[in-house]
């Protein structure tokens, strides 16, 4: 208790020079909490039998800059993805094209015709930016983009079928990351979910000895995350719109990523396109615009003009509209959709996902070259292969060959490295394995090796 009472009050730090100083630049509340956080801490290890001794005022000044400078920092941070993850939800998924970088700082910093009909002078529809493009990739009638893919499901059951039974296999009530659970959206758009099937096993009959005159709907849902394998059976799009189209109900599939190319090609298990959907005869389809798309968070609607006109005059839609940097982002990707060598060779996903093996270890080597001549004697750097993962959901079976580059700081642990480069001010992330600290060549950026070699030296140094 001693030791509580010799830590300075507030105003005394308040009153130092140093402080004073700080008050000229810095808003003074803002000050001020950094000196309580300060002295906080002090007597909260005092409490705790950490400190034996109060530090210097000028220890404690020195301290409050540093508080100052957490404060001033957005938490919200670029970092290094070298997890292998090309859609890596917690970083953020898809990165934009470059080349949009002029067309979102055109509606960040100028007024522009969001809801504006130019041709008219009056009040228009911000859905008439990206409907034609979507329906000209898509193949639909009529297209609607909202925040993201809950939000899609979540506006089209609730226009097309609240009140009433949707039909859908037991086998796709699947629950994604961020606790995302199909069963759980659809009560919240008001349905009443019907479930046919078994986990593994739905057939056609399924379907139709389960619709009655209270049906509304029948969903299919892309089971994302993971896959059944072994003794299976699933009904097609194709078969169930089939079924729809035999008792007059609209049919909706959830294909959660979308992708508007044949991955296959490119050694990716087979995936129907979206325009494969809708030429199949599915009614609606909904899909994720910042997964396999490569483009923004957002959720797109595409299918029939009837269904859609509905959904854009539900209440729910001014909740999950859109905004104008999205509209822009998604514009600028879907236009370069219209020419796949070029979305194959601007679209950031679509070229980590699509990258050779031989192109990802002489990117590799040239990597491991640059960094031995820059870094210390004390890291050790190499190459070795290993698989990369799609991420956000789609093709979670697929393992894809890559180059990974190992590294080794003399001292220093692989989980401790791991931990220290994490923290830093530009956060180097990867992964642990083998013992060794690994960055994925796949998700490296072009401009991440001056920050790669900076945070390796930082760390060789502090060890």
Excluded: W
Excluded at 293 to 307: D, E, N, S, T
Excluded at 372 to 394: E, N
Aim: proline residues 6%; charged residues 25%.
């Amino acid at each position: 208790m001693t030791l509580l009472k010799q830590v300075p009050k507030v105003d005394r730090l308040l009153g130092r020079p140093e402080i004073s100083e700080l008050l000229i630049t810095e808003p003074r509340p803002v000050v001020v909490a950094a000196v309580r956080m300060v002295l906080d801490r002090v007597r909260r290890r005092i409490r705790d039998g950490l400190l034996p001794a109060i530090p210097s005022e000028s220890e404690l000044v020195a301290q409050v800059r540093e508080e100052l400078a957490v404060m001033n920092t957005s938490s919200l941070r670029r970092v290094v993805n070298g997890t292998g993850v090309v859609i890596h939800t917690n970083l953020g998924r898809s990165l934009l094209p470059v080349e949009l970088r002029d067309a979102l700082c055109n509606a960040a910093f100028n007024p522009v015709n969001l809801e504006f009909d130019l041709e008219k002078g009056e009040r228009g529809s911000r859905n008439t930016h990206l409907e034609p493009l979507i329906c000209e990739l898509t193949g639909a009638e009529a297209a609607l983009v909202v925040n993201n893919n809950a939000a899609a499901v979540l506006l089209a059951l609730a226009s097309l079928a609240a009140g009433r039974e949707v039909v859908v296999s037991r086998g796709e009530l699947v629950e994604i990351g961020g606790s995302f659970r199909v069963p759980e959206v659809m009560k919240q758009s008001g349905v009443i979910l019907h479930e046919v099937g078994t986990t593994n096993r739905t057939h056609p009959a399924d379907y139709r000895n389960a619709i009655t005159c209270e049906t509304a709907l029948l969903l299919k849902v892309h089971p994302s995350n993971f896959a059944v394998t072994g003794f299976t059976a699933a009904v097609s799009p194709a078969e169930l719109a089939s079924i729809g189209g035999e008792f007059s109900l609209p049919v909706m599939a959830d294909v959660g990523s979308g992708n508007l190319i044949n991955f296959d090609r490119f050694g990716l298990p087979p995936e129907p396109t979206i325009k494969e959907y809708i030429q199949g005869g599915v009614d609606v389809v909904t899909f994720s615009g910042d997964k396999l798309l490569g483009g923004p968070q957002a959720g797109i609607i595409a299918g029939k003009k009837c269904y859609i006109d509905i959904m854009k005059k539900h209440p729910l839609l001014r909740a999950l509209r859109v905004d104008k940097f999205t509209i822009a982002a998604l514009d600028g990707v879907l236009r370069l959709y219209r020419d796949e060598r070029q979305a194959l060779a601007k679209v950031p996903t679509l070229k980590m996902l699509t990258i050779s093996t031989e192109e990802l270890a002489r990117r590799g080597g040239l990597f491991v070259r640059r960094l031995r001549r820059i870094l210390p004697a004390t890291v050790t750097v190499a190459t070795r292969k290993g698989f990369s993962q799609v991420g956000g959901g789609a093709f979670p079976t697929a393992q894809l060959p890559t180059t990974l580059v190992s590294f080794t700081v003399d001292g220093i642990s692989p989980h401790q490295l791991e931990e220290r480069l994490r923290k830093l001010a530009m956060p180097v992330v990867g992964f642990v394995r083998s013992d060794l600290f690994l960055l994925d060549i796949r998700t490296i950026q072009e401009d991440d090796l001056p920050h790669i070699a900076d945070a390796f030296q930082a760390v060789a140094v502090s060890r």
